[in-house]
């Protein structure tokens, strides 16, 4: 009987994973290219973190799935919130007739209607859903059998500037993926009649975050002294996942169709203008002053506009906040955050609990009761630094709502907001003055523009029921740290939190029995869960977005699977 393997390199760029199949950093990669089939895909352009896998795992366009996103804003209270993943329907949850194990999935949720072995969190990044398994105990097995991963949130420092962090960082990823095929092993011993196997290898998606600068020429940072411990990082942990792919496909039944795939890929992250730059310049435009310290702007400039670098002991939350100022409490606090020594001592005398370090290791939590409804928790973003400026939203006009990467603006619109200043008719005007106001926000560094594209996500009706929290999202050029506005002025230049964001775009590798080799070029990233189900021997659903790709995929003389 056949089966499907798919296999997720979360966040793994196209063109650098072409780089290292080429020069042998990653031969199992280039070997099912050479093989079999592969195309290029194409996701959304708008919430390029949020909805790629929400999308892939339900097989639906984020406006049929009321934008899900972990990251929502409560007009009633101007409070923003990480929530659980939406527990949509998968599209692998194939009823008896198909039995599936769902491995470690990026924002995936245990559901009842699946048939099989379903594990989350075991050291997916970002999972957004505890650690649980279906039936109950299976992850504790895997943990005390084959051991947790490492790496299992102790990847979300923003230590790029830290080379022993680094170093860390990449062992603890290289350690959590040479495990993950003992894991898919002893699942597919515990289900020996699985039709469908899904998995993912996101340790290059952690990588990127912290590393992206080793690797990207076009990266501010990539000339620093700090890059060559990125690059070596990018590199070892590519070449551990592609090892892990290759022990993978060995032990599947020669009667698999193994698919290698990425929704999204990296680029130089642009989440520090999302977080802190454009927050700021809001801010000093509606009120006239900022909350946030520059360093001396015209000393920068003398020297050549170089990145700040923090120290490799540095938290890059600590240099950001001691420069943040919204009350006499902030500015007292603030003198004593930008003398370490002074700082401890009052914490000391305090007795308060020493402050997370760069580098400190979280416990790996144990399994966990799958909860009756994940989204019901909500968590205030105090980690953010745009959530520091909500006191001030409901007298602005619009403000910048906490996220990553693209930017997303919310205007503040009577009848919706609780303390709405917007008239509904002014709403269009009022995209427009954003939006024209952006349009003169320069790179501080490079003098051109630094605004790219805006994507509208309520151009018709601002008071609709569901939909995107954010009123317009805005795509930006490069990786600014500093900003300027002809009559605002300048805001930075601030260190980068991360250097790595994704892109909208991904790719496919197809192999096994009956895949013909061939290019298929780009394709929709909708059309992979029906593809999965058509070589599965599952007839695709109306339900589903995308087509699939299955009979361009197999021979002709090849049989259908199933």
């Given at each position: 009987m056949a089966r499907v393997a798919a296999v997720a390199?979360?966040?793994?760029?196209?063109?650098?994973?072409?780089?290292?199949?080429?020069?042998g950093t990653m031969p199992n990669l280039a070997r099912m290219r050479h093989e079999g089939a592969s195309c290029r895909l194409q996701n959304v352009a708008a919430y390029r973190s949020e909805l790629a896998w929400p999308q892939f795992l339900s097989g639906k366009r984020g406006e049929d799935l009321d934008y899900p996103t972990y990251l929502v804003f409560d007009p009633a209270t101007y409070e923003s919130y990480a929530v659980g993943v939406e527990e949509s329907r998968p599209f692998y949850a194939l009823g008896p007739a198909r039995k599936v194990i769902a491995f470690d999935l990026i924002h995936?949720?245990?559901?009842?209607e699946v048939d099989g072995l379903q594990v989350t969190a075991w050291g997916a990044h970002s999972p957004q859903y505890p650690r649980a398994s279906r039936p109950k105990g299976l992850l504790t097995e895997i943990d005390r059998e084959v051991g947790p991963h490492p790496a299992f949130d102790n990847d979300l420092d923003s230590g790029w500037y830290a080379p022993a962090y680094v170093r860390q960082l990449t062992r603890l990823l290289e350690e959590g993926v040479q495990r993950r095929p003992a894991a898919l092993a002893l699942l597919q011993e515990r289900l020996a009649d699985w039709d469908l196997l899904l998995t993912c290898m996101s340790e290059i998606h952690s990588a990127a975050h912290h590393c992206w600068h080793g690797v990207d020429e076009s990266h501010p940072l990539h000339d620093e002294p700090v890059a060559a411990s990125a690059r070596a990082a990018v590199l070892d942990v590519c070449r551990a996942v592609d090892a892990a792919v290759g022990e993978v496909a060995a032990g599947l039944p020669d009667d698999t169709v193994l698919v290698v795939f990425a929704l999204h890929g990296a680029q130089p992250a642009d989440d520090l203008i999302s977080m802190l730059l454009l927050p700021e310049l809001f801010h000093r435009r509606h009120f006239g002053s900022g909350l946030l310290q520059d360093p001396d702007q015209e000393a920068w400039r003398r020297r050549g506009c170089p990145p700040v670098v923090l120290g490799e002991r540095d938290m890059w939350w600590d240099y950001v906040r001691a420069r943040f100022a919204a009350t006499p409490r902030d500015r007292t606090l603030n003198v004593l955050r930008r003398r370490p020594a002074l700082y401890e001592a009052a914490r000391r005398l305090a007795r308060r609990p020493r402050a997370h370090r760069l580098g400190d290791l979280n416990p790996i939590p144990p399994e966990s009761d799958p909860p009756e409804r994940n989204a019901a928790e909500q968590i205030p973003l105090d980690w953010s630094p745009a959530r520091w400026?909500?006191?001030?939203?409901?007298?602005m006009r619009a403000f910048v709502l906490p996220t990553f990467t693209d930017t997303h603006i919310r205007i503040n619109v009577r009848g919706r907001e609780r303390d709405g200043i917007v008239e509904v008719e002014e709403y269009g005007a009022a995209c427009d003055e954003v939006v024209a106001f952006m349009r003169e926000v320069r790179d501080a560094r490079t003098g051109k523009a630094a605004l790219a594209d805006v994507i509208p996500l309520r151009?018709?009706?601002?008071?609709?029921?569901?939909g995107p929290d954010a009123d317009l999202l805005l795509v930006w050029e490069?990786?600014?740290?500093?900003?300027?506005h002809p009559e605002v002025g300048t805001v930075g230049p601030f260190p980068h939190a991360r250097t790595g964001a994704h892109t909208s775009h991904g790719f496919a590798l197809f192999s096994g029995p009956g895949v013909e080799r061939r290019d298929l070029g780009t394709r929709s990233a909708f059309d992979l869960p029906p593809t999965i189900l058509d070589l599965v021997g599952v007839g695709p659903t109306e339900e589903l977005a995308g087509e699939s790709l299955a009979g361009e995929l197999l021979t002709a003389a090849a049989p259908r699977l199933g």
């Amino acid at each position: 009987m056949a089966r499907v393997a798919a296999v997720a390199l979360d966040a793994a760029e196209w063109w650098l994973v072409q780089r290292l199949m080429e020069d042998g950093t990653m031969p199992n990669l280039a070997r099912m290219r050479h093989e079999g089939a592969s195309c290029r895909l194409q996701n959304v352009a708008a919430y390029r973190s949020e909805l790629a896998w929400p999308q892939f795992l339900s097989g639906k366009r984020g406006e049929d799935l009321d934008y899900p996103t972990y990251l929502v804003f409560d007009p009633a209270t101007y409070e923003s919130y990480a929530v659980g993943v939406e527990e949509s329907r998968p599209f692998y949850a194939l009823g008896p007739a198909r039995k599936v194990i769902a491995f470690d999935l990026i924002h995936s949720a245990i559901s009842a209607e699946v048939d099989g072995l379903q594990v989350t969190a075991w050291g997916a990044h970002s999972p957004q859903y505890p650690r649980a398994s279906r039936p109950k105990g299976l992850l504790t097995e895997i943990d005390r059998e084959v051991g947790p991963h490492p790496a299992f949130d102790n990847d979300l420092d923003s230590g790029w500037y830290a080379p022993a962090y680094v170093r860390q960082l990449t062992r603890l990823l290289e350690e959590g993926v040479q495990r993950r095929p003992a894991a898919l092993a002893l699942l597919q011993e515990r289900l020996a009649d699985w039709d469908l196997l899904l998995t993912c290898m996101s340790e290059i998606h952690s990588a990127a975050h912290h590393c992206w600068h080793g690797v990207d020429e076009s990266h501010p940072l990539h000339d620093e002294p700090v890059a060559a411990s990125a690059r070596a990082a990018v590199l070892d942990v590519c070449r551990a996942v592609d090892a892990a792919v290759g022990e993978v496909a060995a032990g599947l039944p020669d009667d698999t169709v193994l698919v290698v795939f990425a929704l999204h890929g990296a680029q130089p992250a642009d989440d520090l203008i999302s977080m802190l730059l454009l927050p700021e310049l809001f801010h000093r435009r509606h009120f006239g002053s900022g909350l946030l310290q520059d360093p001396d702007q015209e000393a920068w400039r003398r020297r050549g506009c170089p990145p700040v670098v923090l120290g490799e002991r540095d938290m890059w939350w600590d240099y950001v906040r001691a420069r943040f100022a919204a009350t006499p409490r902030d500015r007292t606090l603030n003198v004593l955050r930008r003398r370490p020594a002074l700082y401890e001592a009052a914490r000391r005398l305090a007795r308060r609990p020493r402050a997370h370090r760069l580098g400190d290791l979280n416990p790996i939590p144990p399994e966990s009761d799958p909860p009756e409804r994940n989204a019901a928790e909500q968590i205030p973003l105090d980690w953010s630094p745009a959530r520091w400026y909500r006191p001030y939203w409901p007298s602005m006009r619009a403000f910048v709502l906490p996220t990553f990467t693209d930017t997303h603006i919310r205007i503040n619109v009577r009848g919706r907001e609780r303390d709405g200043i917007v008239e509904v008719e002014e709403y269009g005007a009022a995209c427009d003055e954003v939006v024209a106001f952006m349009r003169e926000v320069r790179d501080a560094r490079t003098g051109k523009a630094a605004l790219a594209d805006v994507i509208p996500l309520r151009p018709d009706d601002p008071l609709s029921e569901g939909g995107p929290d954010a009123d317009l999202l805005l795509v930006w050029e490069g990786a600014p740290d500093a900003i300027t506005h002809p009559e605002v002025g300048t805001v930075g230049p601030f260190p980068h939190a991360r250097t790595g964001a994704h892109t909208s775009h991904g790719f496919a590798l197809f192999s096994g029995p009956g895949v013909e080799r061939r290019d298929l070029g780009t394709r929709s990233a909708f059309d992979l869960p029906p593809t999965i189900l058509d070589l599965v021997g599952v007839g695709p659903t109306e339900e589903l977005a995308g087509e699939s790709l299955a009979g361009e995929l197999l021979t002709a003389a090849a049989p259908r699977l199933g």
